[in-house]
């Protein structure tokens, strides 16, 4: 499984972005894919999630009515996207991939990972 992350930059306090992900290596039927998070100095987190099958999504608090993830399966595309950014949503995003959801931690079910792309937000 490869997960490619892009989309990041440099916005202003307010504004918006939409970061994509693009999967590849096998089919992701029952898959789930995430969205993660880090700042600097701060350990990663969870920031949502998104069914492969259903388009079910959850996600974290903090990010609950500003942040929509879709994915579109022809593609194999995942999408973050961003609105009413704050300074604290400042991060390298990460996007990821589970089989299933055994365990209810996301850092144990995400096993597969991108590499990040920064989001800069700048108040």
């Known amino acids: 499984v490869q997960l490619q992350a892009s989309g990041g930059g440099l916005v202003q306090a307010g504004g918006s972005l939409r970061l994509s992900c693009a999967a590849s290596g096998r089919t992701f039927t029952n898959f789930v894919m995430g969205w993660f998070r880090q700042a600097p100095g701060k350990e990663r987190e969870w920031v949502g999630q998104i069914t492969w099958n259903m388009g079910t999504t959850l996600y974290a608090d903090s990010v609950k009515g500003r942040f929509t993830i879709s994915r579109e399966r022809a593609k194999n595309m995942v999408y973050l996207q961003m609105t009413s950014l704050k300074f604290e949503d400042t991060a390298v995003y990460y996007c990821?991939?589970?089989?299933?959801?055994?365990?209810?931690?996301?850092?144990?079910?995400?096993?597969?990972w991108g590499q990040g792309t920064l989001v800069t937000v700048s108040s």
């Open positions: 990821a991939a589970a089989r299933a959801i055994r365990y209810n931690d996301p850092f144990k079910d995400f096993i597969y």
